[in-house]
């Protein structure tokens, strides 16, 4: 059992980390002005995200790619659609259960967040998932680990 786990706990990782490289290496081929930047020069001089905007380019969404790779890896090793629950204890909340029906789904909320928070357009949400998609298939079709037995 744990070597299965450290197994997924190091397909994730490379995962997540390619995931990171190839979003950082687009927003910088691709720098796009966040939409608070976009309407507070263009609309309104006063409108606020609800979620402080980062001060690098906005796409692709970095949420949304690496959201999706692990989303990928995942569903590759347990298999899928596969439902499971989260829970979180917040300050303001306290215990709060969140459930999904697959790891798609979860990767898809906490992609749109980020529209919803103001930081991102839906291109870099819709986009950022397929490209952590398309790193999560590269991954899980591509790496095999043969990890050395030990005690067996």
């Not at 692709?60 to 499971?84: E, K, M, Q, W």
């Not at 979860?106 to 103001?118: L, N």
Request: glycine letters at 8%; one cysteine or more.
């Amino acid at each position: 059992m744990l070597n299965r786990a450290a197994e997924l706990y190091t397909m994730v990782g490379i995962t997540v980390m390619d995931a990171f490289i190839a979003t950082w290496n687009h927003k910088y081929l691709y720098p796009l002005l966040r939409p608070v930047t976009y309407i507070n020069e263009y609309i309104n001089p006063r409108w606020q995200t609800y979620l402080a905007s980062p001060g690098f380019p906005e796409y692709p969404s970095g949420h949304s790619t690496v959201s999706g790779a692990a989303a990928t890896i995942l569903t590759s090793y347990f298999g899928g659609p596969r439902a499971f629950s989260n829970e979180n204890v917040t300050p303001n909340q306290g215990q709060v259960t969140r459930s999904f029906t697959s790891f798609w789904a979860a990767a898809s909320e906490a992609a749109i967040s980020r529209m919803y928070g103001g930081i991102h357009y839906r291109a870099a949400i819709e986009n950022g998932l397929e490209m952590g998609r398309c790193i999560g298939d590269y991954i899980a079709t591509r790496i095999r680990l043969n990890p050395i037995r030990q005690g067996e």
